[in-house]
């Protein structure tokens, strides 16, 4: 039974990868096509962009970091270690901090408030996005710091105290030490987004509110841009729960060395930067567009191949 879904989680997490490898890489590229065709977009296309690079590094990432940590152990050298966490930081850290500001954008760009810093802000989102981005760069920073130095130790009295190998349960002691950092430093994006979402809903209920002196129940286009970026942004909160859910799982299960739980915890942690972007695609109108043409002229060449081999 056990060796059942061991290979059904497995397949599970080959979809997933493939799915993110190619919803990340088919934003990325159309993103890049447009940009280079009409030599400038919208600010969030920008953002969007970031974001599909980011989450394609890190399924990568992750995938090496399953390999490694699942199928060979033995590569989990000084070396090797430092370089997946510092990998895993900064590709994680990316993906979060990039949907995190596309909220950010959504909130001044759609959001009504008479409140005289929201315009301040609201007229310099770019900015505010951009400083946003820069500040977080601290955490990362601080959080490879911390990584770091835990494996410098951790490796340092292994040599001194361990001479036939690594013992697991050290092993399992280190990971959980150097895990609860980073589940630490992806609260603070969350809690970003979801006070971003809460204004959004309360923008939404006032300018609801207020429509119905004027209107008789028609939506209007700001209603339909409040709606579409909640959607958005709910997508995100939901999935980030599950991924940071995930990550507790994976940090508890080291101490058990329990194969399955982790390579589950990993299956569910995979979902967070592959179908996120699924679902930007979408809800995004010109990606949407772009995928229909791409699958009508899959459907036509398929037809084609089949005419010709017949």
């Known amino acids: 039974m056990r060796a059942v879904l061991h290979s059904i989680l497995t397949i599970i997490f080959t979809l997933e990868f493939f799915i993110g490898n190619l919803g990340n890489g088919f934003i990325a590229l159309v993103q890049c096509m447009e940009l280079r065709k009409r030599r400038k977009f919208p ?3 920008h953002f969007l962009t970031a974001l599909a690079i980011s989450r394609f590094a890190l399924i990568w990432v992750l995938f090496l970091d399953s390999f490694v940590f699942i199928q060979s152990p033995l ?4 070396n090797t ?3 997946i966490q510092t990998a895993w930081n900064i590709s994680n850290h990316c993906s979060i901090w990039f949907a995190t500001s596309l909220s950010i954008f959504y909130l001044f760009k759609i959001a009504i408030f008479s409140n005289y810093l929201f315009l301040y802000l609201k007229q310099t989102v770019k900015r505010v996005v951009l400083v946003t981005l820069l500040l ?18 951790w490796i340092y009295e292994t040599k001194r105290n361990i001479t036939n190998g690594l013992n697991s349960n050290s092993f399992s002691e280190f990971s959980r030490l150097i895990s609860i950092p980073s589940l630490m430093f992806t609260l603070v994006p969350f809690g970003v987004s979801l006070i ?5 809903i309360f923008s939404l ?21 409040h709606t579409t970026a909640l959607q958005t942004v709910v997508a995100f909160l939901l999935l980030y729960a599950t991924f940071f859910l995930s990550l507790v799982v994976e940090v508890s299960t080291l101490e058990m060395d329990e194969s399955l739980m982790f390579l589950f915890a990993k299956v569910t942690i995979m979902i967070f930067p592959s179908i ?7 809800k995004h109108n010109k990606l949407r567009q772009d995928l229909l043409s791409v699958l009508k002229w899959l459907q036509y060449w398929c037809k084609r191949v089949k005419t010709l081999d017949s």
Do not use: P, W
């Open 205 to 225: 209920t006032k300018h609801v509110r207020k429509m119905q002196y004027y209107t008789k129940g028609c939506k209007d286009v700001r209603t339909m841009a």
């Open 43 to 45: 600010s969030a296309d």
């Open 81 to 83: 270690l430092r370089l």
């Open 276 to 282: 996120h972007s699924c679902i930007f695609i979408l």
């Open 136 to 153: 977080s760069m601290l955490l990362l920073f601080l959080n490879i710091f911390l990584e770091i130095k835990h494996i410098d130790v």
């Open 75 to 78: 590569l989990m050298t000084r």
């Open 196 to 200: 971003a979402f809460l204004l959004l």
